[in-house]
């Protein structure tokens, strides 16, 4: 099963939402059940609820801006990806972060365009945000590790796993969408230069 979100932030939207993709018969006759009530259409008024289900319908309204935004898709990603491009040019061998850089033959929806700030900058993490908030760029962190939650501490007790917790530390996603023009991604692109330099002090974090 391949799982798909329709969250605003995506690169398509339904409002909410989302949908899953398989090719197996029973689980998509099982998420079609679950999916309302666990109640399917017998014959004329007559039906039958065979388990207890949901509402997770996704309404007409929402699915009809889905099916518009599916016919710009190609469009919307080859926007991002020119912004993406753009960032990769001008971010190649600076001394503040790096980037992920994509196997040739891997083709990105661009969802998020994350760079990973080195390690001098990781105790300044939250002014470095609160600077770029405050010149307008809307930057954020993806994501919190999944174990730091108290939901996954109340059952697994306290787990650390030092690869995440770097990662966590140490990224910062920075606007990459389809409304961009390269005007906009080279003023984040100085605005980040500018701000990460003014945080670039001899003292550090203590590493
Ligand atoms: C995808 C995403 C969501 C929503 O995910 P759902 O599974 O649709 O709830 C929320 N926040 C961020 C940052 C995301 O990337």
């Known amino acids: 099963v391949s799982i798909f979100s329709f969250h605003p932030v995506k690169p398509l939207t339904t409002f ?17 059940l679950y999916r309302s009530h666990g109640i399917a259409k017998k014959r004329l008024w007559d039906s039958d609820q065979s388990l207890l289900g949901y509402n997770y319908r996704l309404p007409d309204v929402a699915c009809a801006l889905g099916l518009n935004q599916l016919k710009r898709l190609d469009e919307t990603i080859a926007a991002r990806e020119k912004i993406a491009k753009f960032y990769d040019e001008k971010f190649e061998k600076n001394p503040y972060f790096s980037t992920v850089k994509l196997p040739g033959d891997v083709v990105s929806s661009r969802h998020l365009y994350p760079i990973l700030l080195f390690r001098q900058f990781w105790c300044a993490k939250e002014d470095i945000f609160a600077a770029l908030h405050e010149r307008g760029i809307g930057v954020q962190v993806h994501y919190k590790p999944t174990y730091k939650f108290s939901f996954y501490r109340e059952r697994y007790g306290d787990i650390s796993v030092p690869s995440a917790e770097d990662f966590y530390a140490a990224e910062l996603s920075i606007p990459c969408h389809q409304c961009m023009s390269l005007e906009d991604a080279n003023f984040v692109a100085n605005t980040l230069f500018e701000v990460l330099k003014s945080f670039d002090t001899p003292q550090g974090c203590r590493v």
């Open 16 to 32: 909410e939402g989302g949908a899953l993709a398989t090719n197996d018969d029973e689980i998509a006759r099982l998420a079609r």
